[in-house]
C-alpha cells in the first residue's frame, strides 16, 4: 500500500531524512518511532505530499505522491502534529469545511455523522473548537482525517499532550480504526507502539535502525535503541 524507496531530505548541509526506505503492507499499522528532531515529522510530511523531497520516490496504492500528489492525498487521510484546526469554528462548520476542501463526493450529512459518531464526537458538534479540551480537538483533527474514507491513515504524534486518560482513549480509537485503514502511526513513545502497532520503524537522526515485527523488536531491542526511544 506504502512505498518508500531512498528518500532524502536535506536543509542546507544538514540531513533531516536520509535515505530511508520501507514499505507498509495493506492493512498493516504500523510505528514509525524516534526521539525528537530523528525526521518522523519530515517523513510523515513528505509522505502525505506536504512537503517535497531532495531525492526518493514514495507510492500509495501505486501512486507517485510526489509526482501526482492531489490524486495521493485523496487516499491518505492526515493527522499532522499540529493541526490547522479553526478555533472560531464549531466542530460541524469546520467538519463541513473539510468535506468541501477534499471535493468529497460520498452523502455530506451521512458521512460526517457517521465519522462523528465512530470519534466520539456527536454531543460536542455545535461547539466552537477553541473551547474544546485537548482530547476533543485530537479527536476532531482525527475526524477531518477520516473525510472522505481515505485506505491510508497517518498520524503524528496524536497523544502529545494528553492525559493519561485521554492518551488511553485515543489508542484504543486508533486500534479500532486500523480494522479499516492501514495506518501509520509516528510517535516517540515506544509502549504506545508496542501496545498498538504490528510492526515498528526506529528512526533516529534521519536514518532507520531498526525495522521489524513489535514481537521482534521488543525481545530484541538493543539499550542503544531504548535510550534512543527514550523509554
Ligand atoms: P519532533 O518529535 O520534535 O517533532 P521529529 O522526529 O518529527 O521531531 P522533524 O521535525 O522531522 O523531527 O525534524 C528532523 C530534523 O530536521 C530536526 O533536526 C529539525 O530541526 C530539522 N528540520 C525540520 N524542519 C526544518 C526546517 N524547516 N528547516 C530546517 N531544519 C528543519
Redesign the pocket.
Known amino acids: 500500500m506504502i512505498e518508500v524507496s531512498h528518500l532524502t531530505?536535506r536543509?542546507?548541509e544538514?540531513?533531516?531524512?536520509q535515505d530511508i526506505s520501507f514499505d507498509v503492507k495493506d492493512g498493516e499499522i504500523l510505528g514509525f518511532l524516534?526521539?525528537?528532531?530523528?525526521?518522523?515529522?519530515?517523513?510523515?510530511?513528505i509522505l502525505t505530499g506536504y512537503l517535497s523531497s531532495n531525492e526518493g520516490t514514495v507510492k500509495i496504492d501505486g501512486v507517485d505522491v510526489l509526482e501526482r500528489p492531489l490524486e495521493a492525498k485523496k487516499n491518505i487521510g492526515y493527522l499532522p502534529?499540529q493541526p490547522p484546526l479553526y478555533p472560531d469554528m464549531t466542530v460541524d462548520e469546520y467538519l463541513k469545511f473539510v468535506f468541501g476542501l477534499k471535493q468529497c463526493k460520498l452523502g455530506r450529512e451521512a458521512h460526517i455523522n457517521e465519522i462523528c459518531g465512530l470519534v466520539r464526537i456527536q454531543n460536542v458538534r455545535g461547539r466552537l473548537i477553541r473551547n474544546l479540551s485537548k482530547g476533543f480537538k485530537q479527536r476532531v483533527g482525527i475526524a477531518q482525517a477520516l473525510i472522505g474514507n481515505p485506505d491510508v491513515l497517518i498520524l503524528?504524534?496524536p497523544t502529545?499532550g494528553l492525559d493519561p486518560k485521554q492518551i488511553i482513549e485515543i489508542r484504543t480509537l486508533i486500534k479500532h480504526l486500523s480494522r479499516k485503514h492501514t495506518v501509520i502511526l509516528?510517535s516517540?513513545i515506544l509502549p504506545e507502539v508496542q501496545s498498538v502497532c504490528e510492526r515498528i520503524i526506529i528512526?533516529n537522526?534521519?536514518q532507520i535502525v531498526a525495522n521489524g515485527t513489535t514481537s521482534e523488536l521488543s525481545s530484541q531491542l538493543s539499550s542503544e535503541h531504548r535510550l534512543i526511544a527514550r523509554i
Not at 544538514?14 to 531524512?17: E, G, H, M
Not at 524516534?34 to 510530511?45: I, V
Request: aromatic letters at 8%; zero cysteines; glycine letters at 18%.
Open positions: 531530505k536543509y542546507g544538514k540531513y533531516a531524512v524516534g526521539p525528537n528532531g530523528a525526521g518522523k515529522s519530515t517523513t510523515m510530511n502534529e503524528d504524534e502529545v509516528s516517540h528512526i537522526q534521519g
